[in-house]
């Protein structure tokens, strides 16, 4: 129903900066809501950023301060920009999406997701 399509992630030392693009195609509702989780090796996808169909937005602690995330309706595109980048963010990063408007902060209840893009933060 709904495609969605990672890019910009990359290898970044510490204290630097990346911006995450996620591509959305087919059928999409216009308050849905869409966030990104990110995956380290060994660990639980984990909540990173999510803004509501109403356009509320909210950070896990971690990255509160040092990411921002952001859509642009027009182009079907949900954006995070990482700042100060620590080697503790290094993971894979998804982008998600759902069919309600609800800001949920677990995988469960995303019903599309992309395929994730790697980012590594050396030291």
């Known amino acids: 129903q709904v495609q969605l399509v990672e890019s910009g992630g990359g290898l970044v030392q510490a204290g630097g900066s990346l911006r995450l693009s996620c591509a959305a195609s087919?059928?999409?509702?216009?308050?849905?809501?869409m966030g990104w989780f990110r995956q380290a090796p060994g660990k639980e996808r984990e909540f990173v950023a999510v803004?509501?169909?109403?356009?509320?937005?909210y950070y896990a602690d971690s990255v509160k301060g040092r990411f921002t995330i952001s859509r642009e309706n027009a182009k079907n595109t949900l954006y995070l920009q990482m700042n100060s980048l620590k080697p503790e963010d290094t993971a894979v990063y998804y982008c998600?999406?759902?069919?309600?408007?609800?800001?949920?902060?677990?995988?469960?209840?995303?019903?599309?997701w992309g395929q994730g893009t790697q980012v590594t933060v050396s030291s």
């Open positions: 998600a999406a759902r069919s309600g408007p609800s800001a949920l902060f677990t995988p469960v209840g995303y019903n599309y």
């Open positions: 087919g059928r999409t509702g216009s308050n849905a809501a």
């Open positions: 803004i509501s169909g109403s356009g509320i937005i």
